[in-house]
């Protein structure tokens, strides 16, 4: 395989015993040094496709490469190249913060001296070094989450995968998690997330993949998608119903909403829009039996 | 060995965090089944040509240490359907057998923690091993097989339930059917045959013939040995399909 890329994903297929099919023939290609976001509505087969990708669950057909090396499952070498933050803040909440660097330290193999310098360095980073000596349970979520970014960070991986880094978070604290997330691409990481928030999505990704129903519906630059259905919406809240329209430039959206209603919204088309578009629609069409 | 020292590790830092309640733990049953049925109901009753407390006493060795040993299933059950840090090891580089070994090490060490509390409740009874430190041969064997076995259940339950399930109908009868309280001479055959299938059987007879300074044939321990290792292959199988 052909190596311009970190990881590759070649037809993977995942079949749940009982039948769940939850990822069909997806690939993909995410490039050294990136940073992509992998968007889909819930059940949409994302967190099956991260599980893949981090080597948690088995591909039932399809391969992954890293670096053009196809990856054997359970792969040991695989895993200490990759930092994990999963969506779950799955620390050991009855240890401190420093205990719990230490433990992923020493299950990734790594010497007293190269530990003890990376956790003090990356606790400095993180702003969390006063409170090193803490029970990780008197953290707030924000800490909890700098917390388990940095853990995924210290053996040095090469690709950080994040599943929904900023669930449940503040803005403020959500804006410090990108902060430590986009210095990491910017110092060469390679970085692959998922996330709901589609205005997150659009700011700090390079590359956008949406995902629905198990397969790969768009990939591209979220503006290169946006151009595509139209940079420009027209909404239309007339009758109690939302309906929106793409156009290519402003003026044509002005012009036809100027023959529609009163209650027109016109604006620059989002992510968001799009997302709701390519996912919503098909949604709404299904649950309409059409 | 150092992914191994991880896990063990964590298990000593949340021992060490919880020294007040584990300490409780490893004294409180056996001090009230010594009070109850050692020095209360049986004050005056001889089993196997012993008083009856010192015949009970090394069945409450085994039967504790496998509750020890066991109760790691738990702290494991949490860490992979509340907490989630059981994740921490499937992503990490560390093999599926050291994250057994780990837990089982942990397991272990909570079941030698039981084995020391029962001791100490002996002696304020005045009552002692007569083989001295050898006994710890069957002691260990018991940890590590009901550790192996608590690994095993945990990473196969579920939920919360099914492993709650396994401990009301399997762990708590064999706690009453295993020799620990009373004699299995006398007992009708498909008590024997069944007894025998009991892991901590074999551990109550082992423990109790040193305790007591008898003789024990070795099938006992080979028996131990065997449902350790299945219970271990075993639990190694199930590491990747622990994944909630």
Same mark, same amino acid.
């Given at each position: ?20 099919? *939850? ?82 330290a020493l299950l990734y193999g790594m010497g007293k001296q190269e530990r003890e310098k990376r956790i003090e360095r990356l606790l400095i980073d993180a ?44 803005? *403020? ?118 | ?61 085994a039967l504790s240490g496998m509750n020890q040993s066991f109760s790691i299933a738990t702290e494991i059950n949490i860490s992979r359907f509340l907490s989630?840090?059981?994740?921490? +090891? ?6 599926? +057998? ?7 090490? +942990? ?138």
């Amino acid at each position: 395989m052909p190596n311009n890329s970190i990881l590759t994903l070649d037809r993977l297929d995942k079949t749940y015993p009982g039948g769940i099919h *939850a990822v069909k023939n997806l690939s993909f290609k995410l490039k050294d040094g990136s940073i992509c976001a992998l968007l889909g509505p819930n059940g949409a087969g994302k967190s099956t496709a991260i599980g893949m990708i981090c080597g948690l669950c088995r591909p039932s057909e399809g391969s992954l490469y890293f670096r053009g090396e196809k990856i054997v499952p359970g792969s040991t070498e695989y895993r200490s190249k990759i930092g994990v933050v999963s969506q779950h803040l799955n620390l050991e909440l009855d240890l401190s913060a420093w205990q719990n660097l230490k433990i992923h330290a020493l299950l990734y193999g790594m010497g007293k001296q190269e530990r003890e310098k990376r956790i003090e360095r990356l606790l400095i980073d993180a702003d969390l070094i006063q409170r090193k000596n803490d029970q990780v349970r008197s953290f707030s979520g924000g800490m909890k989450r700098k917390l388990q970014i940095i853990r995924a960070l210290l053996h040095g991986p090469e690709l950080i995968i994040l599943d929904e880094p900023t669930v449940g978070l503040d803005p *403020a604290a959500r804006e410090g998690i990108w902060d430590i997330i986009y210095a990491l691409n910017r110092d060469g990481k390679t970085i692959l997330f998922s996330t709901h928030y589609m205005e997150e999505a659009q700011r700090y990704s390079q590359r956008v993949a949406i995902i629905h129903q198990g397969r790969i519906i768009r990939d591209n630059t979220s503006a290169a998608l946006i151009k595509e259905l139209g940079s420009w919406c027209l909404i239309d809240y007339s009758d109690g119903i939302k309906q929106t329209t793409f156009f290519q430039d402003r003026k044509t959206a002005v012009t036809s909403g100027a023959r529609g209603s009163s209650r027109l919204v016109i604006r620059e088309t989002t992510l968001e829009d799009l997302f709701i578009h390519l996912t919503g629609s098909e949604l709404d069409r299904k649950e309409n039996g059409k | 060995m150092k992914a191994l020292w991880a896990i063990y590790l964590r298990g000593l830092i949340i021992l060490k965090n919880r020294i007040g309640k584990t300490l409780v733990s490893f004294f409180l049953s056996p001090v009230l089944y010594a009070l109850a049925f050692g020095w209360g109901v049986g004050r005056n009753l001889d089993v196997e040509g012993v008083p009856y407390l010192t015949f009970m006493l090394p069945g409450l060795i085994a039967l504790s240490g496998m509750n020890q040993s066991f109760s790691i299933a738990t702290e494991i059950n949490i860490s992979r359907f509340l907490s989630h840090f059981f994740e921490e +090891y499937l992503l990490s580089p560390a093999r599926d +057998y050291i994250v057994v070994l780990g837990n089982i090490l +942990y397991g272990v060490t909570k079941g030698l923690g039981s084995f020391g509390a029962v001791i100490i409740i002996g002696f304020c009874f005045g009552v002692v091993p007569g083989s001295g430190f050898i006994i710890i041969i069957p002691v260990l064997l018991n940890s590590i097989m009901f550790s192996s076995l608590g690994v095993l259940i945990a990473l196969t339950v579920k939920n919360h339930r099914d492993m709650s399930s396994f401990t009301s109908f399997i762990i708590t009868p064999m706690s009453f059917i295993a020799g620990t309280f009373f004699s299995l001479e006398g007992l009708p055959r498909i008590f024997h045959i069944l007894s025998e299938v009991i892991p901590l059987t074999h551990s109550s007879l082992t423990i109790r013939a040193l305790f007591l300074g008898r003789p024990i044939a070795v099938y006992h321990y080979l028996i131990m040995a065997a449902y350790t290792l299945l219970f271990f292959f075993l639990a190694v199988r199930q590491v990747r399909k622990a994944v909630t």
